[in-house]
């Protein structure tokens, strides 16, 4: 057991858990940053197909990464550590906040920030698609799959079909044919990586009766059967605690969602908002372990495949594809942020001011972020 590198892997995720603001595709980002360019824990090609993996499968995509990258350097407790570090800071920060939503009826003022923190985040993730794509886009049809991608996501293609099919079957049948061979004969190789993806229905079980139970259950299967965005998790919070058992009101849902896009670290930690208005402290703990439970499950499934598909011609075609599906997922993310946070004057300057500070200055992002959380915050004042 390598201490030095399971120490390595708990503070850098504990670090990302505490800064890691903007969600899922800035997470990304930041993790290229920090282990593809500064770190070199990993190349880019491994980066991307670790990515790809993630996105096959249900549940939060970023603390999926982190679990990856967690036992590429350090084995089963490294990717324990890795995703229970970057969890964690963000569960403790939306716990407290939800105690001070409990007792004093509102929370604090987080338009002004989110205001500054979007632009920045934007610039971010446009950064670190510029860098990925010169890595997944080798030729002319990766080119074109990838555009075709961007607008059946941006149409509303359910991501994980347009990432198997769009992306990396329809790439897969190409070199195939490229080779004159028949497309059936790869299948068996693939087919434990893609089972994986419809494995969910194994662990949905029965709600159960009590409040805490049943938060841990319901939890469990949101996280076991969840593909998409934020928007994805809302719908499914909205059915399950809105309308089926009736312990939120739509506002209080609306100030969970608010706080896990607000707070660092992984989107999902609304699931600890959630958890502290319906049951208190032991509701929000089970909450959040049942959300991110299947995550390290699915991870550990996946993950001793992903070399095994690259070491392969013909399923390295596969992985080609799906990564710039992938990519082309993140850019119509960065498209939708863009139209919801370039809205006047000065947040068009953040973002213009931010892509030149990341495309011509080697600076840790998380100052960035935090930067233009400070300058939101000071609009809002002087607004």
């Not at 662990?203 to 994805?232: E, N, P, R």
């Amino acid at each position: 057991m390598d201490k030095e590198k399971l120490w390595e892997v708990t503070t850098v995720f504990l670090k990302l858990g505490l800064i890691a603001f903007g969600g899922p595709a800035a997470h990304t980002a930041m993790m290229k940053e920090e282990f593809v360019e500064r770190r070199k824990w990993v190349s880019e090609q491994r980066f991307l197909d670790l990515m790809s993996a993630s996105n096959l499968i249900p549940g939060p995509n970023s603390t999926e990464l982190a679990i990856h990258l967690g036992y590429v350097r350090a084995g089963w407790l490294g990717l324990i550590l890795a995703g229970a570090c970057f969890i964690l800071p963000a569960m403790l920060i939306v716990l407290a906040l939800a105690y001070i939503y409990m007792e004093f009826g509102n929370m604090p003022e987080l338009g002004s920030i989110l205001y500054g923190m979007k632009p920045v985040i934007m610039a971010i993730v446009i950064h670190a698609l510029w860098g990925l794509g010169k890595t997944a886009v080798k030729n002319t049809t990766l080119a074109i799959i990838g555009g075709v991608a961007a607008v059946l996501a941006f149409a509303g293609v359910n991501e994980i079909l347009l990432l198997v099919l769009a992306g990396g079957l329809m790439y897969f049948l190409y070199k195939r044919k490229e080779r004159g061979q028949q497309a059936h004969a790869l299948l068996p190789p693939t087919l434990p990586f893609l089972m994986v993806s419809s494995a969910p229905a194994l662990l949905t079980g029965a709600a159960k009766t009590a409040a805490v139970g049943q938060l841990f259950w319901t939890f469990l299967k949101i996280g076991s059967v969840l593909y998409g965005s934020g928007y994805v998790l809302l719908a499914f919070l909205q059915s399950e605690f809105v309308e089926k058992w009736q312990v939120l009101t739509p506002q209080q849902l609306l100030d969970a969602v608010a706080i896990g896009q607000f707070t660092p670290g992984p989107v999902f930690t609304t699931a600890t908002f959630v958890g502290y208005v319906v049951a208190g402290t032991p509701g929000a703990i089970v909450s959040t372990v049942g959300i991110f439970l299947p995550a390290f499950v699915f991870v550990a499934l996946v993950n001793p495949w992903v070399e095994k598909l690259r070491s392969s011609q013909a399923t390295g075609a596969l992985l080609d594809g799906i990564n710039v599906g992938s990519l082309a997922l993140m850019a119509v993310v960065t498209l939708q942020l863009g139209m919801a946070s370039l809205i006047d004057g000065l947040s068009i300057v953040l973002a213009l001011v931010s892509l030149v500070i990341v495309f011509r200055y080697k600076i840790n992002s998380a100052w960035l972020v935090l930067g233009g959380g400070v300058i939101g915050m000071l609009s809002g004042y002087l607004s």
